[in-house]
């Protein structure tokens, strides 16, 4: 038998309890959201056994009952009622409440709808005889609802012997992953909004548009963040991680700190030949091989702790719909030509080429491995049949020219429109120097019409009747994918990609993918006349180098995504170390010794010190407890100094220089280090009164600090921020307060206030385990996935 699960879903949680009870020797595997396991359903389904028969069980209450009966127990009348009953009545709410506590962050209505279930509950179990496992999910609820609780002890007392029962936490640890609620919002954001907690709930697809907190907000800021959509078959290497999903995610969990009503969405972009040919090299199909990959990406980027309000993928049904819709409305509006074109085919392969598989010499700076649609170098965008010595990159032979007739988007006709509306974006908006600088290129050489169409068969199908063997080229079709993404999230996706006077768009991406942003996307939006949304800031990295050379699959040069949680070291340090050397303003270099050197000096000898130092003193010298302060001018001057040090990240932050603004969170632990240096607290606590009164502002002081630190550095290093907060047992309200506005550092760590306990937050990294990483990943390694 084997067992399918997936982490953070709730069904699962009860099945993975009972097979421990049980002892039922039986598989687990672990599978995202979107694994269809069940193959006769039409929708992904989870949890599900397979039996030994080959037939499937895909309800949490029938796979437990079948557990329980193969290892002799036998389900009573009794136990199938109150599993009705569960099914029927108490799971529903039960959603309904995880849906409102994860997703709309109203915890404190749930005991509108779990009012009534409980109440019926409470009353039975007073009786006695209830079977447990009906409820394995439940007690982690209530930790956080008291309230709904107190008022039903027998629930209350059920709860805590359940709690108590290894099997139920064991299973918990391994769903949630010791992150409560929270561990759920993953699952819970790709389910359908609960329409009720009455009457018969199926289990939800995983593949409907939710209503969750994607509506517009009035009296705020809406900010869309899209981040550049990865090619599927490509595993991301350190460089795509920090140019395009980890810059936006620092700069999205900021944004949810500052109060604004924020949209994060991102996906794999998953048409096109480089997924035909994988699919042949694996004897798959290109769906198939999208699925693999896709599930390859989420992975990486949940370990990265990218926090995507949705992560989806342009192999979509809206996809198909929101393209063509697009492409009709160019073509009714008179912004499409057809022309006959001259394309590379290679006779080797039998395929019209695409054009990143063929490379040649680029016509116009020499550069000899640019590709077929533009040059690495020199940036500039070519026609693949332009290329000198061109070659086919699949078997290495030389293609010839053949003819084909295809669809162009008449950018020249579209040029005025597009130039007026840059001339408003980049003045108003804020677009990296380098965005600005390429798209002005583009401008000024002049804009030509651009083909949408190609001969291949994995793509959006291009409507049109003359033109029906093709599909849409890529670079017309994947930017649309933030549309579709967002429509499989959300049904109100319109209300964001039609509404350029409320919502901004911020686009992060590196640099090679600006003029598809700044030029082609938005032409196309503004040809079809029908009220988009376009970017308003355009947020471009230039390119991390790996020591002194490029990344390269091929040959085992640099760490890719896939690589770095087998190092040993956490992902905050990855994201903080690829944070400090963000190449916002040229491009700059990932060095192992350098890491090193920013891990020990920075990380722990600077900031992780001063936090530890603070808290230490507080547990050290004052029983646990912040002390009374008496700020002297010597405090008033260090507050003025940290309060002026915040105003500047947030000021960065705000204009999205994220390198920059991380700096001034070093600063601040830099000055409270010498701030305990010169007032040496632990020699004052040993003095008279006056000393002791001098150490106790002091600790108190520091460890408020401690406190603003852990806020600042959520949005670089989540992790670690929460363990901050978690050792400095600090309340919620720091985190709401501190960003506001131009900055308030605010005493969030009153006199009394106790702290929980205190210990180191960062690890040294040794010479000897950075020398063998270095050598490691230096060069022939051997690879299973494409290296595109």
């Known amino acids: 038998m084997e067992l399918f699960v997936s982490e953070g879903n709730p069904h699962c949680l009860k099945v993975l309890a009972a097979l421990e009870v049980t002892g039922v020797q039986c598989s687990v595997q672990y599978v995202n959201h979107e694994e269809r396991v069940v193959p006769f359903l039409s929708r992904p389904t989870l949890p599900a056994l397979l039996l030994p028969t080959g037939l499937h069980l895909f309800s949490s209450n029938a796979i437990c009952r079948y557990l329980f009966e193969v290892s002799g127990q036998e389900c009573s009348e009794f136990c199938n009622q109150w599993l009705e009953w569960e099914a029927t009545d108490l799971q529903p709410a039960l959603l309904q409440a995880l849906y409102m506590a994860v997703l709309q962050g109203k915890g404190s209505e749930v005991s509108t709808v779990l009012q009534g279930p409980l109440k019926f509950l409470d009353q039975s179990l007073s009786k006695g005889g209830m079977p447990y496992l009906t409820g394995v999910q439940y007690p982690h609820v209530q930790q956080f609802y008291l309230s709904v609780f107190s008022e039903h002890k027998s629930v209350n007392g059920w709860f805590d012997r359940v709690a108590s029962i290894h099997s139920c936490l ?83 969990r900021y944004g949810r700190l500052r109060g604004w009503n924020l949209l994060f969405v991102c996906g794999t972009d998953e048409y096109g030949t480089a997924t035909e040919n994988k699919a042949r090299e694996e004897g798959l199909t290109p769906q198939l091989i ?49 022309d006959t074109v001259e394309q590379l085919r290679c006779e080797q392969c039998q395929r019209f080429l695409a054009d990143r598989f063929v490379e040649g010499i680029c016509p116009h700076c020499k550069y000899p491995e640019a590709r077929g649609d533009q040059c690495d170098k020199c940036g500039r965008l070519i026609n693949a049949v332009e290329l000198r010595e061109p070659q086919c990159k699949v078997c290495r032979q030389t293609p010839v020219i053949r003819s084909s007739k295809h669809l162009f988007l008449d950018l020249p006709k579209l040029e005025t429109q597009l130039e007026q509306w ?51 080229y890529v670079w017309f079709d994947a930017p649309i994918g933030y549309l579709s993404i967002t429509a499989n999230y959300t049904d109100e996706w319109e209300k964001w990609w039609k509404n350029p006077h409320q919502v901004e768009l911020y686009n992060f991406m590196a640099k090679d993918n600006v003029p598809f942003h700044s030029v082609v996307f938005p032409c196309s939006l503004l040809g079809a006349q029908d009220n988009y949304t376009l970017v308003s800031h355009l947020v471009a990295t230039e390119y ?61 000898n600077n900031l992780g010190n001063f936090i530890n130092r603070a808290g230490m003193f507080v547990t050290k010298f ?167």
């Open 170 to 252: 064991s299973a918990a640890q391994k769903v949630l992953q010791g992150k409560g609620l929270q561990g759920m919002k993953s699952y819970m954001q790709r389910q359908p909004a609960p329409q009720s907690s009455q009457g018969r709930n199926t289990q939800p697809c995983n593949c409907n548009p939710i209503e969750v907190s994607a509506r517009l907000s009035e009296g705020k800021r809406n900010i869309l963040v899209t981040s550049a959509l990865p090619y599927v078959n490509n595993v991301p290497h350190l460089g795509n991680i920090i140019g395009c999903v980890l810059s936006a995610d620092v700069f999205s």
């Open 290 to 338: 999208c699925d693999k990959y896709h599930a390859v990406h989420s992975s990486i980027y949940k370990w990265f702790q990218i926090d995507f309000d949705f992560f989806g993928r342009t192999t979509t049904e809206k996809q198909t719909e929101i393209a063509q819709d697009i492409f009709w409305r160019l073509h009714k509006n008179g912004f499409l030509v057809e």
């Open 422 to 472: 840059l001339e408003k974006s980049t003045s108003t908006g804020d677009w990296t120097t380098n965005a600005k600088q390429i798209t002005r290129s583009w401008l000024r050489d002049g804009l030509k019409p651009r083909c949408i169409t190609r001969d291949l068969l994995w793509g959006t199908p291009v409507p049109h009747p003359d033109f029906k063997e093709k599909v849409f």
């Open 544 to 604: 991390l180098n790996y020591e002194d050379t490029k990344f390269s699959k091929s040959r085992g040069v640099g760490v890719f995504g896939d690589m770095a949680k087998d190092t040993g070291i956490p992902a905050d340090v990855w994201r903080f170390y690829l944070l400090y050397v963000r190449p916002e303003g040229q491009d700059s270099a990932f060095s192992w010794a350098d890491m090193a050197l920013k891990n020990n000096s920075e990380l722990l």
């Open 622 to 788: 004052f029983e646990g407890c912040v002390p009374v302060m008496e700020l002297q001018q010597e405090d008033k001057k260090l507050l003025a100094l940290v309060g002026w040090e915040l105003q500047q990240y947030i000021q960065l932050m705000d204009k999205v220089k994220i390198r920059d603004a991380l700096k001034h969170i070093l600063n601040i632990s830099r000055h409270g280090n010498q701030y305990i240096q010169v007032n040496e607290p632990w020699k004052n606590i040993k003095g008279g009164d006056t000393e002791r009164q001098r150490a106790g502002t002091v600790t108190g002081v520091s460890v408020n600090i401690a406190c603003l630190l852990s806020v600042m550095l959520m949005p670089y290093m989540p992790e670690v921020s929460q363990t901050i907060r978690n050792q400095l047992n600090a309340p919620q309200s720091c985190v709401s307060t501190m960003l506001q506005g131009n900055g308030t550092f605010v005493c969030s760590l009153c006199a009394g206030h106790r702290i929980g306990t205190v210990s180191p937050l960062f690890q040294k990294l040794e010479a000897d385990q950075i020398e063998a990483l270095k050598k490691r990943f230096g060069g022939q390694q051997v690879f299973d996935v494409y290296d595109a």
